[in-house]
């Protein structure tokens, strides 16, 4: 299969209006989800880490999705996904992480996540957590 042949049975959900917030504080991790979800048509904007996100939340921006990193500096992954949950935040989140053990990954679960997958993400890994999270629409 080529490029162009997997390029036209992706889905565009640019008409669907989601919107993502990547969580990152890599620029590597940042580019690559931005890419992928720009593929499919999301509206996505970026943050380095938990606080910011938090913040962006606070001053009164909402996303459809989040992709939240568990490692990062100031305020990592599961302490940013416990407090927007304990804000009342009801945006799917799906952790995206290169290290987890179980237990962090049943600790980042239990934080409020709907979904997780290991980095490096694909758009395969992208597609399951839309299909999960009930935001993915037939090509």
Excluded at 9 to 29: G, I, R, Y
Excluded at 49 to 57: F, L, S, T
Excluded at 64 to 75: E, T
Excluded at 88 to 114: C, D, H, P, Y
Aim: hydrophobic share 40%.
């Amino acid at each position: 299969m080529t490029r162009d042949q997997i390029a036209e049975e992706l889905p565009n959900l640019a008409e669907s209006k989601l919107t993502a917030l990547v969580v990152d504080d890599s620029f590597v991790n940042q580019t690559i989800h931005q890419k992928l979800l720009n593929r499919l048509g999301i509206e996505n904007d970026v943050v380095t880490n938990g606080k910011e996100a938090v913040d962006v939340y606070c001053s009164g921006r909402n996303y459809d999705l989040i992709l939240m990193d568990m490692d990062m500096p100031i305020m990592n992954g599961i302490q940013a996904t416990k407090r927007l949950r304990e804000m009342g935040i009801e945006s799917k989140i799906a952790g995206v992480t290169t290290r987890a053990n179980e237990g962090e990954k049943k600790e980042f679960m239990e934080a409020g996540l709907n979904d997780f997958q290991e980095k490096p993400l694909t758009i395969s890994k992208l597609l399951s957590i839309l299909h999960k999270l009930d935001f993915y629409v037939q090509t």
